[in-house]
């Protein structure tokens, strides 16, 4: 029986080899600043972008990957096998998912297409896609790969804090009075993924105090079989964050990466958070 294709997007910053060696096709975002439009881990890398936004005020703006794209894909795949599974980044963060859709729905008679809204982004979105794949890889057809993506997402915790409101009020996550008072005030929002969409927490008015509220977020979990520390240019808070985790839960899997584009478009550049993967 052919094997089941998986097809994610770059939000799930999954690195080119890896995704080459589970047979993952990984569709761009397009990340658009200025006058400039650049594809998401091809033309543009993490470090490439937060330099970008050090040196000018720019706006980033996401663009899901087009209904051709995922329809082109599918074709593609269709000439290997009739079952695709599209895990994808949140339907309330950007387009992908609709677009999935929209481009699965004429093909359903041919093949046996599952498209997954997985409301997670980053390396949340990356866990839940690897796995998926390497369950392909072992032989599970297409309902047993959905099963297995449906029963992570919910196990998959996403937390962070920004270091500005702008970038939350332009992405339209928070209103323009809430970011000026919030910029006012010094105000360091603690953020979660809730159901897809960027939730404010709590509000903390230094970097010591977001930590330390990330920190009790962590602890909280009973069975974490292992956690992402995400930041983008602020080793420091890193350091900070793993000493205090450690001081709590010695033997915790940390993995510490520079969060991609797709995130920072909401976060800016300044952050840090952590992906929990919870154990069953």
């Known amino acids: 029986m052919p094997q089941v294709k998986i097809i994610t997007d770059s939000a799930a910053e999954i690195s080119p080899e890896l995704a080459a060696s ?15 439009s650049y594809r998401e881990g091809i033309d543009l890398t993490p470090k490439e972008f937060f330099s970008k936004l050090a040196r000018a005020p720019l706006t980033p703006e996401l663009r899901a990957p087009s209904l051709a794209q995922f329809e082109q894909t599918y074709e593609e795949w269709m000439k290997e096998t009739d079952e695709i599974v599209a895990i994808l980044n949140s339907s309330k963060l950007s387009k992908t998912y609709h677009n999935a859709q929209r481009a699965a729905a004429p093909l ?9 809204d997985s409301q997670l982004i980053s390396t949340g979105l990356g866990m839940v896609v690897v796995q998926a794949a390497q369950a392909a890889q072992e032989g599970a057809d297409v309902e047993q790969v959905v099963r297995l993506a449906r029963g992570l997402i919910p196990r998959t915790y996403i937390a962070a804090f920004a270091d500005t409101l702008d970038y939350l009020e332009r992405s339209g996550r928070i209103r323009k009075a809430q970011s000026i008072l919030g910029t006012m005030l010094n105000i360091k929002p603690l953020l979660i993924l809730e159901e897809g969409e960027i939730v404010v927490l709590e509000k903390v008015r230094t970097r010591a105090k977001a930590v330390e509220k990330l920190v009790e977020f962590i602890i909280e979990f009973t069975h974490i079989e292992k956690m992402d520390v995400l930041h983008s240019t602020t ?3 890193v350091a900070l964050l793993i000493e205090q985790v450690n001081l709590q839960l010695p033997n915790l899997d940390m993995k510490v990466e520079v969060y991609g584009p ?19």
């Open 22 to 36: 589970l047979d993952i096709t990984v569709l761009p975002l397009t990340i658009q600043l200025g006058a400039q």
């Open 108 to 116: 359903m008679g041919r093949a046996k297409i599952r498209v997954i």
């Open 235 to 237: 080793p420091e808070d």
């Open 262 to 280: 797709s995130l920072g478009a909401f976060l800016g550049p300044g952050a840090l958070g952590v992906v929990v993967y919870e154990g069953m």
